[in-house]
Protein backbone atom coordinates (compact mmCIF):
# COMPACT_ATOMS: atom_id res chain seq x y z
CA UNK A 1 0.00 0.00 0.00
CA UNK A 2 1.13 3.21 -0.88
CA UNK A 3 2.03 6.11 1.42
CA UNK A 4 -0.90 8.16 -0.71
CA UNK A 5 -3.38 5.50 0.37
CA UNK A 6 -2.27 5.02 4.13
CA UNK A 7 -3.23 8.30 4.63
CA UNK A 8 -6.26 8.41 3.40
CA UNK A 9 -7.22 5.44 4.94
CA UNK A 10 -5.98 6.84 8.02
CA UNK A 11 -7.72 9.79 7.81
CA UNK A 12 -10.92 8.84 6.26
CA UNK A 13 -10.92 5.02 6.92
CA UNK A 14 -15.26 5.17 5.71
CA UNK A 15 -14.31 5.84 2.31
CA UNK A 16 -11.72 3.21 1.84
CA UNK A 17 -12.96 0.90 -0.81
CA UNK A 18 -16.13 2.89 -1.55
CA UNK A 19 -17.40 4.93 -4.50
CA UNK A 20 -16.59 8.96 -4.68
CA UNK A 21 -19.83 10.08 -5.61
CA UNK A 22 -22.12 8.14 -3.01
CA UNK A 23 -25.94 7.55 -5.16
CA UNK A 24 -28.71 10.40 -3.88
CA UNK A 25 -31.79 8.93 -4.93
CA UNK A 26 -33.72 11.28 -7.36
CA UNK A 27 -36.65 13.31 -6.26
CA UNK A 28 -39.91 12.91 -8.08
CA UNK A 29 -39.49 16.06 -9.92
CA UNK A 30 -35.87 15.61 -11.33
CA UNK A 31 -37.73 12.51 -13.90
CA UNK A 32 -37.88 11.84 -17.11
CA UNK A 33 -39.10 9.66 -19.39
CA UNK A 34 -37.02 7.68 -21.85
CA UNK A 35 -37.17 9.03 -25.42
CA UNK A 36 -39.43 6.72 -27.61
CA UNK A 37 -41.27 9.53 -30.07
CA UNK A 38 -40.80 8.96 -34.38
CA UNK A 39 -39.43 12.25 -34.56
CA UNK A 40 -36.95 11.24 -32.12
CA UNK A 41 -35.59 8.98 -34.04
CA UNK A 42 -35.49 10.86 -37.15
CA UNK A 43 -33.67 14.07 -35.49
CA UNK A 44 -31.25 11.08 -33.95
CA UNK A 45 -30.66 9.74 -37.77
CA UNK A 46 -30.18 13.19 -39.62
CA UNK A 47 -26.98 14.03 -37.31
CA UNK A 48 -25.51 10.59 -37.84
CA UNK A 49 -26.50 11.30 -41.26
CA UNK A 50 -24.14 14.11 -41.45
CA UNK A 51 -21.85 13.53 -39.26
CA UNK A 52 -23.28 15.42 -36.36
CA UNK A 53 -22.46 15.63 -32.94
CA UNK A 54 -25.38 17.04 -30.60
CA UNK A 55 -24.29 18.08 -26.95
CA UNK A 56 -27.38 16.31 -25.79
CA UNK A 57 -25.97 13.02 -26.57
CA UNK A 58 -22.94 13.80 -25.20
CA UNK A 59 -23.54 15.74 -22.42
CA UNK A 60 -26.34 12.60 -21.34
CA UNK A 61 -28.76 15.68 -20.83
CA UNK A 62 -32.37 14.53 -19.51
CA UNK A 63 -34.12 16.67 -21.85
CA UNK A 64 -33.05 14.66 -24.81
CA UNK A 65 -36.62 13.13 -25.47
CA UNK A 66 -38.53 15.89 -25.26
CA UNK A 67 -36.04 18.46 -27.53
CA UNK A 68 -36.02 16.06 -30.03
CA UNK A 69 -39.51 15.10 -30.33
CA UNK A 70 -40.13 18.78 -30.83
CA UNK A 71 -36.72 18.78 -33.81
CA UNK A 72 -34.76 20.92 -31.30
CA UNK A 73 -30.91 19.96 -31.03
CA UNK A 74 -27.79 21.48 -29.83
CA UNK A 75 -25.60 21.10 -32.11
CA UNK A 76 -21.92 20.26 -30.94
CA UNK A 77 -19.05 21.56 -33.50
CA UNK A 78 -15.23 20.72 -33.48
CA UNK A 79 -15.24 17.13 -33.17
CA UNK A 80 -16.67 15.24 -29.47
CA UNK A 81 -13.31 15.52 -27.90
CA UNK A 82 -12.16 18.43 -25.17
CA UNK A 83 -9.00 19.52 -24.34
CA UNK A 84 -9.89 20.45 -20.76
CA UNK A 85 -11.54 17.43 -17.73
CA UNK A 86 -14.40 19.99 -16.15
CA UNK A 87 -15.73 18.16 -13.17
CA UNK A 88 -19.38 18.32 -14.18
CA UNK A 89 -19.03 17.17 -17.73
CA UNK A 90 -19.30 14.17 -19.56
CA UNK A 91 -17.73 14.91 -23.35
CA UNK A 92 -15.05 13.10 -23.45
CA UNK A 93 -11.68 14.46 -22.86
CA UNK A 94 -8.17 14.02 -24.98
CA UNK A 95 -6.08 14.99 -28.05
CA UNK A 96 -8.96 15.91 -30.12
CA UNK A 97 -9.04 14.87 -34.28
CA UNK A 98 -8.83 17.43 -36.96
CA UNK A 99 -11.32 20.27 -37.40
CA UNK A 100 -13.77 19.29 -39.95
CA UNK A 101 -13.92 21.58 -42.74
CA UNK A 102 -17.21 20.11 -44.19
CA UNK A 103 -19.36 20.74 -40.79
CA UNK A 104 -20.34 23.69 -41.18
CA UNK A 105 -22.10 22.79 -44.44
CA UNK A 106 -23.50 19.56 -43.01
CA UNK A 107 -24.63 21.78 -40.16
CA UNK A 108 -27.21 24.15 -42.44
CA UNK A 109 -28.11 21.10 -44.22
CA UNK A 110 -29.53 19.71 -41.26
CA UNK A 111 -31.04 22.72 -40.05
CA UNK A 112 -32.56 23.15 -42.95
CA UNK A 113 -34.14 19.58 -43.38
CA UNK A 114 -35.65 20.07 -40.00
CA UNK A 115 -37.09 23.47 -40.51
CA UNK A 116 -35.47 24.63 -37.38
CA UNK A 117 -36.94 28.09 -36.03
CA UNK A 118 -33.85 28.35 -33.46
CA UNK A 119 -30.88 26.32 -33.46
CA UNK A 120 -27.79 26.68 -30.57
CA UNK A 121 -24.70 25.78 -31.56
CA UNK A 122 -22.23 24.77 -29.12
CA UNK A 123 -18.83 23.27 -29.18
CA UNK A 124 -16.17 21.45 -27.07
CA UNK A 125 -12.98 23.35 -25.69
CA UNK A 126 -10.44 23.41 -28.20
CA UNK A 127 -7.52 25.27 -26.87
CA UNK A 128 -5.35 23.12 -29.40
CA UNK A 129 -6.22 25.74 -31.75
CA UNK A 130 -4.86 29.06 -32.83
CA UNK A 131 -8.51 30.37 -32.86
CA UNK A 132 -9.71 28.14 -29.93
CA UNK A 133 -12.00 26.93 -32.94
CA UNK A 134 -13.64 30.59 -33.39
CA UNK A 135 -13.34 30.38 -37.16
CA UNK A 136 -15.57 27.25 -37.22
CA UNK A 137 -18.41 28.73 -35.28
CA UNK A 138 -18.16 31.90 -37.97
CA UNK A 139 -18.32 29.77 -41.07
CA UNK A 140 -21.66 27.81 -38.99
CA UNK A 141 -23.18 31.27 -38.18
CA UNK A 142 -22.54 32.30 -42.37
CA UNK A 143 -24.00 29.10 -43.97
CA UNK A 144 -26.82 28.63 -41.35
CA UNK A 145 -27.85 32.53 -42.53
CA UNK A 146 -28.10 31.78 -45.87
CA UNK A 147 -29.94 28.19 -46.47
CA UNK A 148 -32.37 29.15 -43.65
CA UNK A 149 -32.97 32.68 -43.29
CA UNK A 150 -35.41 32.98 -41.22
CA UNK A 151 -33.64 30.55 -38.62
CA UNK A 152 -32.33 32.44 -35.31
CA UNK A 153 -29.04 31.64 -34.05
CA UNK A 154 -27.63 31.03 -30.96
CA UNK A 155 -24.09 30.41 -29.94
CA UNK A 156 -22.89 28.75 -26.76
CA UNK A 157 -19.12 28.97 -26.86
CA UNK A 158 -15.82 28.44 -24.97
CA UNK A 159 -13.78 30.84 -23.41
CA UNK A 160 -11.80 31.29 -25.57
CA UNK A 161 -9.01 31.39 -23.02
CA UNK A 162 -5.56 33.10 -24.39
CA UNK A 163 -6.80 33.28 -27.74
CA UNK A 164 -6.73 37.20 -28.58
CA UNK A 165 -8.78 38.27 -31.20
CA UNK A 166 -11.53 35.22 -31.50
CA UNK A 167 -14.42 36.81 -29.77
CA UNK A 168 -14.91 40.18 -31.89
CA UNK A 169 -15.23 37.69 -35.54
CA UNK A 170 -17.91 35.70 -34.31
CA UNK A 171 -19.85 38.97 -32.68
CA UNK A 172 -19.70 40.35 -36.27
CA UNK A 173 -21.29 37.30 -37.94
CA UNK A 174 -23.88 38.61 -35.89
CA UNK A 175 -25.62 35.58 -34.15
CA UNK A 176 -29.02 36.17 -32.58
CA UNK A 177 -27.82 35.42 -28.95
CA UNK A 178 -24.19 34.97 -27.48
CA UNK A 179 -24.19 32.46 -24.73
CA UNK A 180 -21.48 31.53 -22.60
CA UNK A 181 -21.84 29.84 -19.39
CA UNK A 182 -20.03 30.73 -15.58
CA UNK A 183 -21.76 27.29 -14.76
CA UNK A 184 -20.89 27.94 -10.87
CA UNK A 185 -19.75 30.19 -8.76
CA UNK A 186 -16.34 31.12 -8.37
CA UNK A 187 -15.50 29.82 -5.33
CA UNK A 188 -15.98 26.36 -7.03
CA UNK A 189 -14.00 26.88 -9.78
CA UNK A 190 -10.79 25.70 -9.24
CA UNK A 191 -12.45 22.14 -8.45
CA UNK A 192 -15.29 22.53 -10.65
CA UNK A 193 -14.20 23.89 -13.76
CA UNK A 194 -10.33 23.92 -13.28
CA UNK A 195 -9.24 25.02 -16.81
CA UNK A 196 -11.50 28.21 -16.87
CA UNK A 197 -11.21 31.32 -14.98
CA UNK A 198 -14.33 32.70 -13.58
CA UNK A 199 -13.58 36.85 -13.84
CA UNK A 200 -12.00 35.81 -17.61
CA UNK A 201 -15.54 34.34 -18.37
CA UNK A 202 -17.63 37.26 -17.36
CA UNK A 203 -15.26 39.81 -19.10
CA UNK A 204 -16.10 37.34 -22.29
CA UNK A 205 -20.05 38.37 -21.93
CA UNK A 206 -19.03 41.94 -21.11
CA UNK A 207 -17.15 42.32 -24.57
CA UNK A 208 -19.75 40.36 -26.16
CA UNK A 209 -22.07 43.13 -25.35
CA UNK A 210 -19.57 45.85 -25.66
CA UNK A 211 -19.06 44.82 -29.32
CA UNK A 212 -22.45 44.90 -29.99
CA UNK A 213 -24.97 46.40 -28.02
CA UNK A 214 -27.88 44.97 -30.00
CA UNK A 215 -27.01 41.37 -29.52
CA UNK A 216 -28.50 39.07 -26.32
CA UNK A 217 -26.27 37.78 -24.28
CA UNK A 218 -26.85 34.87 -22.47
CA UNK A 219 -25.52 32.67 -19.23
CA UNK A 220 -25.88 30.10 -16.85
CA UNK A 221 -25.19 28.68 -13.63
CA UNK A 222 -25.45 24.74 -12.42
CA UNK A 223 -27.05 24.55 -8.71
CA UNK A 224 -26.69 21.43 -6.02
CA UNK A 225 -22.91 21.38 -6.26
CA UNK A 226 -22.08 23.03 -2.83
CA UNK A 227 -22.46 26.68 -3.69
CA UNK A 228 -24.46 28.94 -1.21
CA UNK A 229 -27.63 31.05 -1.61
CA UNK A 230 -25.11 34.31 -1.50
CA UNK A 231 -22.89 33.21 -3.81
CA UNK A 232 -25.68 32.73 -6.40
CA UNK A 233 -26.98 36.07 -5.75
CA UNK A 234 -23.58 37.38 -6.33
CA UNK A 235 -23.38 35.89 -9.51
CA UNK A 236 -26.33 37.76 -10.58
CA UNK A 237 -25.00 40.78 -9.61
CA UNK A 238 -22.11 39.99 -11.90
CA UNK A 239 -23.66 39.21 -14.22
CA UNK A 240 -26.00 42.14 -14.56
CA UNK A 241 -22.78 44.23 -14.13
CA UNK A 242 -21.25 42.43 -17.21
CA UNK A 243 -25.19 44.09 -18.82
CA UNK A 244 -26.10 39.88 -19.82
CA UNK A 245 -29.60 39.83 -20.60
CA UNK A 246 -30.59 35.90 -19.87
CA UNK A 247 -29.52 33.88 -17.18
CA UNK A 248 -30.63 29.69 -17.08
CA UNK A 249 -30.42 27.93 -13.72
CA UNK A 250 -30.82 24.45 -13.56
CA UNK A 251 -30.00 21.38 -11.32
CA UNK A 252 -26.57 19.99 -11.70
CA UNK A 253 -26.73 15.60 -12.64
CA UNK A 254 -23.06 13.89 -11.71
CA UNK A 255 -23.73 11.85 -15.51
CA UNK A 256 -21.42 9.40 -14.07
CA UNK A 257 -19.94 8.39 -10.27
CA UNK A 258 -16.51 9.60 -11.30
CA UNK A 259 -17.85 12.98 -11.54
CA UNK A 260 -18.56 15.70 -8.69
CA UNK A 261 -20.62 14.74 -6.47
CA UNK A 262 -24.78 16.27 -5.87
CA UNK A 263 -24.09 18.26 -2.89
CA UNK A 264 -27.96 18.29 -2.64
CA UNK A 265 -31.21 18.26 -5.06
CA UNK A 266 -32.75 22.16 -5.00
CA UNK A 267 -36.18 22.56 -4.66
CA UNK A 268 -38.69 23.50 -7.28
CA UNK A 269 -39.84 26.23 -4.93
CA UNK A 270 -36.18 27.30 -4.53
CA UNK A 271 -35.52 27.95 -8.67
CA UNK A 272 -38.91 29.94 -8.40
CA UNK A 273 -37.30 31.95 -5.66
CA UNK A 274 -34.21 32.52 -7.86
CA UNK A 275 -36.02 33.56 -11.04
CA UNK A 276 -38.34 35.97 -9.00
CA UNK A 277 -34.59 36.91 -7.57
CA UNK A 278 -32.75 37.44 -11.35
CA UNK A 279 -36.07 39.51 -12.55
CA UNK A 280 -35.96 41.92 -9.77
CA UNK A 281 -32.15 42.69 -10.40
CA UNK A 282 -32.99 43.26 -14.46
CA UNK A 283 -32.24 39.99 -16.36
CA UNK A 284 -35.04 40.26 -19.43
CA UNK A 285 -35.24 36.68 -18.58
CA UNK A 286 -34.91 34.10 -15.91
CA UNK A 287 -35.19 30.17 -16.61
CA UNK A 288 -35.18 28.77 -13.61
CA UNK A 289 -36.02 25.30 -12.52
CA UNK A 290 -34.85 22.01 -11.74
CA UNK A 291 -34.20 20.96 -15.67
CA UNK A 292 -33.26 23.48 -17.08
CA UNK A 293 -30.40 23.02 -19.49
CA UNK A 294 -28.65 26.26 -21.03
CA UNK A 295 -30.65 25.31 -24.30
CA UNK A 296 -34.02 23.82 -23.17
CA UNK A 297 -36.72 25.72 -25.00
CA UNK A 298 -34.03 27.88 -26.47
CA UNK A 299 -36.34 28.60 -29.40
CA UNK A 300 -39.52 29.75 -26.82
CA UNK A 301 -37.28 31.59 -24.51
CA UNK A 302 -36.06 33.39 -27.61
CA UNK A 303 -39.49 34.57 -27.93
CA UNK A 304 -39.82 36.05 -24.70
CA UNK A 305 -36.57 37.74 -24.79
CA UNK A 306 -37.06 40.02 -27.43
CA UNK A 307 -40.55 40.60 -25.86
CA UNK A 308 -39.54 41.27 -22.77
CA UNK A 309 -36.60 43.67 -24.56
CA UNK A 310 -39.49 45.70 -26.39
CA UNK A 311 -41.69 45.97 -23.39
CA UNK A 312 -38.62 47.93 -21.80
CA UNK A 313 -37.44 49.99 -24.52
CA UNK A 314 -41.21 51.13 -24.60
CA UNK A 315 -41.64 51.40 -20.87
CA UNK A 316 -38.16 53.57 -21.28
Known sequence: ???????????HPEKVNKPENPHLRKPDWIRVKAPTSKIYGETRKLMREHNLNTVCEEAAC?????????????????GSICTRACAFCNVETGKP????PMEPENLAISVAKMGMRHIVI????RDDLEDGGANQFVRCIELVRESSPNTTIEILT??????????????????????????????LYPSIRPGARYFNSLKLLSDAKT??????????????????REEV????????????DFLTIGQYLAPTPRHAPIDRF?????????????????????????????????DDDFTQLRKARLTKLANA
Open 1 to 11: MSNVENITKHR
Open 62 to 78: PNIGECWSAKHATVMIL
Open 97 to 100: NAVD
Open 122 to 125: TSVD
Open 158 to 187: PDFRDKKGSLAPIIEAKPDVFNHNLETVPR
Open 211 to 228: LDPSIFTKSGIMVGLGET
Open 233 to 244: LQVMDDLRSADV
Open 266 to 298: VTPDEFAELKRLGLAKGFLHVASTPLTRSSYHA
